[in-house]
């Protein structure tokens, strides 16, 4: 279930439903604490509705579950899950560098 309601919660930031997004990582997140990219999902909203301090903390958990990542790394994972890399793409990656993702 955490792995649809993840994609649930991409899905609602795509569309700029931010609230939506993050209620939806956070359900996913219940679900299944241990996964990276709900945390990410969460932080990206955060960004987006402005409480950037939460959102630096979604990151550090986050980095914490996949100490390894970072926003060059998911740049290639998003263009492997979707080719077509996109503004709406560029937004989440953004708002994670915002967050405190590190570049490389």
Do not use: C
Request: glycine share 4%.
């Amino acid at each position: 279930a955490f792995w649809w309601m993840n994609w649930v919660g991409f899905a609602k930031f795509r569309l700029a439903e931010f609230a939506d997004a993050a209620t939806w990582f956070r359900r996913a997140i219940e679900n299944n604490r241990n996964y990276s990219w709900p945390h990410f999902g969460l932080a990206g909203a955060l960004v987006q509705m402005g409480d950037v301090e939460a959102a630096k903390a979604a990151v550090q958990h986050a980095i914490a579950l996949d100490p390894n990542i970072n926003l060059s790394r998911l740049r290639a994972k998003l263009v492997a899950i979707n080719p077509i890399h996109d503004e709406k793409s560029e937004r989440l990656l953004n708002s994670l560098l915002s967050a405190g993702m590190p570049e490389a």
